[in-house]
C-alpha cells in the first residue's frame, strides 16, 4: 500500500465521523424541539411507566422519522 492510499483513508474516514457527529447533534437537537413544540400534552416517559403501548409506538416512530430526515438532510 501506499502512502497516498492511507491518507485518503484516514481522510475519508475523518470526514465520515465529522458527518456522524453532526447527525447527531442535529437529531439529538430536533428530538428535543419535537418533544418541546409538539409533544407539551404528552408526558411520554410517564405513560410509557403506565405501559401504554401506543405511545411506545408513536415514539419510536418519532425516532425513526428525525433519523431519516437527518440522515437524507446531511447526504447531500
Do not use: P, W
Not at 14 to 39: E, P, S, Y
Request: hydrophobic residues 60%; aromatic residues 10%.
Amino acid at each position: 500500500m501506499t502512502t497516498d492510499f492511507l491518507i485518503a483513508t484516514f481522510f475519508n474516514l475523518g470526514l465520515n465521523i465529522i458527518q456522524t457527529l453532526i447527525a447527531l447533534v442535529v437529531a439529538v437537537l430536533g428530538l428535543q424541539f419535537i418533544d418541546r413544540k409538539l409533544l407539551k400534552h404528552i408526558d411520554i416517559e410517564q405513560e410509557l411507566q403506565k405501559g401504554n403501548l401506543a405511545v411506545a409506538i408513536f415514539a419510536s416512530t418519532i425516532l425513526l422519522f428525525v433519523a431519516i430526515v437527518t440522515v437524507f438532510g446531511l447526504r447531500g
